[in-house]
Structures are given as C-alpha cells and as structure tokens.
C-alpha cells in the first residue's frame, strides 16, 4: 500500500494480559521501525528489521517485548505481561533504506489498566 | 553524539501570521535533516526534508533552508492556518553514523482564528 497502516487503533489491556500490534509497511520499503511514545513528544527506538531480518534491536526491553516481521504477513510487535509503564503510543514506520526518510504509521495507542 | 534543539512552545498566533520555528543540530559528518507533522491524535508526517547544505525543502507552503554555517534547519510559513494547528518536529539522520532517527523535543503550534 502507499501508507503504513496499523491495527488496532487502541487497545486496553489489564495488567499482565499481552497485547499484540501490527504493521503492515509501505510496498517495496525494506526496512520497519518501531517506536514508543510515552510522553507527548518524545519518541523511543525499539527495533528495526531489513526485511524478515532483525537489524537493530538495541531498544527493545526484551525481557517482554519481541516482534517479528515474517514474509506476506504484517509486522507485529507483541508485549507479553504488560505493565502500567507499557502504556503509550507505539507506532511503526517504513523506509526504502536504512538512511533513507521513515514514513510513520498512524499508531496504536495502547492502555494497560 | 547527534542532537536536534526546539524552540520550545507552545507557538500561538493568528490566522495568516508568519511562522517560524527554530531548529538546530548537531552532528558528524553531513547529516539529513527533516520537518514532521504531528497533527492530533496521528502519527508522524513528513513534512520536508533536505539532503544537504543550500537545499530548501518545502511543502504545503512551509519551507526550510539547510544551513550548514550556522546548523540549523527552521521552519517557516508565511501565513499560517488554522488547520496547521499540530506539533512539528525536526529530525536528523546522521551520515555514517546511526540511521535511527534523532527527534527533537517537538513545538506545538496553536492557531487562532
């Protein structure tokens, strides 16, 4: 497609329940990113693919939080026992190249009760 | 390492003022400098960009010079809108150097009619 899309919009989820969330990037981009907003205007790296390929994942807690990006499928970004820190906006992003500008997704805001 | 400075906002004016928002980096090497869009409740839009010194981006009436000697990257409209009322972000991505993203911290824009 010419937009990223995620799904879903919102999601709430009590604590300790997981919650996963998708992406499906721009046709033909090679590379996905995944972002955290928690406070209003702040953003924090999780991980990047190339592909089906991990590239980056210096970000990721990774005690909880993994993600996959497998062929023909969207990305997906899952949080296994979520806590009440996990609440935020996380968006996803694609780009042809790794240097090259990101286009983000519209993001999925996510609300651990 | 990289870093993008904001002025701080919020930026209020009225309808048809001329905008300016502030923007200065630094970096190694001959970074790509970015303007994004956040309207409310929305991800992420690229606004314009500029690849390298003396290039003027511009969209939608905004318009930024990359200034090497002074590092800086501001944004400017001549006469703003209503509907521009979003948070603006500036970003660079550093040549030879880490492809994620540096954000700054974001300016509100409010415009009144």
């Known amino acids: 497609g010419e937009e990223v899309a995620q799904t879903p919009k919102h999601l709430v989820r009590g604590e300790g329940q997981k919650a996963k969330l998708y992406c499906a990037p721009i046709?033909?981009?090679?590379?996905v990113f995944w972002y955290q907003q928690v406070l209003k205007n702040e953003f924090k790296f999780l991980i990047s693919?190339?592909?089906?390929?991990?590239?980056?994942e210096t970000g990721m807690p990774k005690e909880r939080f993994s993600a996959k990006c497998l062929p023909n499928s969207p990305c997906s970004l899952e949080i296994q026992a979520t806590k009440l820190e996990d609440s935020a906006v996380y968006f996803c992003?694609?780009?042809?190249?790794?240097?090259?500008?990101?286009?983000f997704g519209p993001g999925t805001r996510l609300t651990v009760t | 390492g990289d870093s993008v400075t904001q002025m701080e906002g919020p930026v209020t004016l009225s309808e048809e003022a001329f905008l300016t928002i502030n923007c200065t980096y630094t970096?190694?090497?001959?970074?790509?400098l970015f303007w994004y869009v956040q309207y409310p409740g929305e991800g992420l839009q690229l606004l314009l960009k500029?690849?390298?010194?003396?290039d003027k981006g511009s969209n939608k009436g905004f318009e930024a010079t990359y200034r090497k000697e002074t590092t800086s990257f501001h944004l400017e409209k001549g006469s703003v809108q209503v509907s521009d009322s979003a948070v603006y972000f500036c970003?660079?991505?550093?040549?030879?150097?880490?492809?994620?993203?540096?954000f700054g911290r974001g300016t509100s824009l409010i415009v009144h009619p």
């Open positions: 992003a694609s780009s042809l190249g790794d240097y090259n500008e990101q286009y």
């Open positions: 046709k033909g981009h090679s590379y």
């Open positions: 693919f190339q592909n089906e390929n991990v590239f980056d």
């Open positions: 970096a190694t090497g001959y970074p790509s």
């Open positions: 500029a690849t390298k010194a003396d």
């Open positions: 970003a660079l991505i550093a040549s030879g150097g880490s492809y994620i993203p540096t």
